[in-house]
């Protein structure tokens, strides 16, 4: 048997093997890797993100230091103009945002502060009005939310000052929370500065 004879049947064994076989079909498609996610999938993703900002709650629930249902609670951050600080603790500013934690169980005012201080910085919402009541029948202490609130608002960044709220918005019962700008205001007021 020659090489040519051997060469043949070889062939002629790898066709038959693969005799049944299709060729794919060309497609002029591209796949761009961006596929839309069934319902499912969406509602799957919505609920991990959601579960995340829970565990990611860093809020403190360690030792507070107890504030008397009638003091005035205030913070400002360096930085803070003072006749900024001055308009927020006159209650001049429009109030983008109520936060009633009054009737709330302590874990679900600590999640729902947390959470509402995040979407409102994000949606640019600068000034917040939160109600936390006096609490003077509060347990283990009087004004027990009231002091857990004030410990909460230093330790969120986007918290730039607070400051009690005028009668009319609560009195020592409330809080006017003023944030920072979120980035997309910054490059507004910058722009708006730099056609000047």
Do not use: C
């Given at each position: 048997?020659?090489?040519?004879?051997?060469?043949?049947?070889?062939?002629?064994a790898f066709l038959n093997?693969f005799k049944d076989v299709?060729?794919?079909?060309?497609?002029?498609?591209?796949?761009?890797?961006?596929?839309?996610?069934?319902?499912?999938?969406?509602?799957?993703?919505?609920?991990?993100?959601?579960?995340?900002?829970?565990?990611?709650?860093?809020?403190?629930?360690?030792?507070?230091?107890?504030?008397?249902?009638?003091?005035?609670?205030?913070?400002?951050?360096?930085?803070?103009?003072?006749?900024?600080?001055?308009?927020?603790?006159?209650?001049?500013?429009?109030?983008?945002?109520?936060?009633?934690?009054?009737?709330?169980?302590?874990?679900?005012?600590?999640?729902?502060?947390?959470?509402?201080?995040?979407?409102?910085?994000?949606?640019?919402?600068?000034?917040?009005?939160?109600?936390?009541?006096?609490?003077?029948?509060?347990?283990?202490?009087?004004?027990?939310?009231?002091?857990?609130?004030?410990?909460?608002?230093?330790?969120?960044?986007?918290?730039?000052?607070?400051?009690?709220?005028?009668?009319?918005?609560?009195?020592?019962?409330?809080?006017?929370?003023?944030?920072?700008?979120?980035?997309?205001?910054?490059?507004?007021?910058?722009?708006?500065?730099?056609?000047?």
């Amino acid at each position: 048997m020659t090489n040519n004879e051997i060469w043949d049947d070889d062939l002629d064994a790898f066709l038959n093997e693969f005799k049944d076989v299709k060729p794919i079909k060309k497609t002029d498609k591209v796949l761009t890797g961006q596929q839309k996610n069934t319902l499912a999938q969406q509602l799957k993703r919505q609920a991990i993100e959601a579960s995340q900002h829970i565990i990611n709650n860093y809020l403190s629930v360690e030792k507070v230091e107890p504030v008397d249902p009638y003091d005035h609670i205030s913070f400002k951050q360096d930085g803070v103009q003072q006749g900024v600080f001055k308009n927020v603790r006159l209650g001049k500013y429009k109030i983008d945002f109520v936060l009633n934690l009054q009737q709330h169980k302590f874990e679900q005012a600590r999640t729902l502060l947390f959470t509402q201080i995040l979407k409102s910085h994000h949606d640019g919402e600068r000034m917040l009005l939160i109600k936390h009541g006096l609490g003077l029948r509060s347990q283990p202490f009087p004004a027990f939310l009231k002091s857990y609130v004030q410990q909460w608002l230093l330790q969120m960044p986007e918290v730039i000052a607070y400051y009690t709220a005028q009668p009319n918005h609560g009195g020592n019962s409330a809080v006017y929370v003023l944030l920072k700008k979120n980035q997309q205001e910054k490059d507004e007021n910058r722009e708006l500065h730099r056609k000047k």
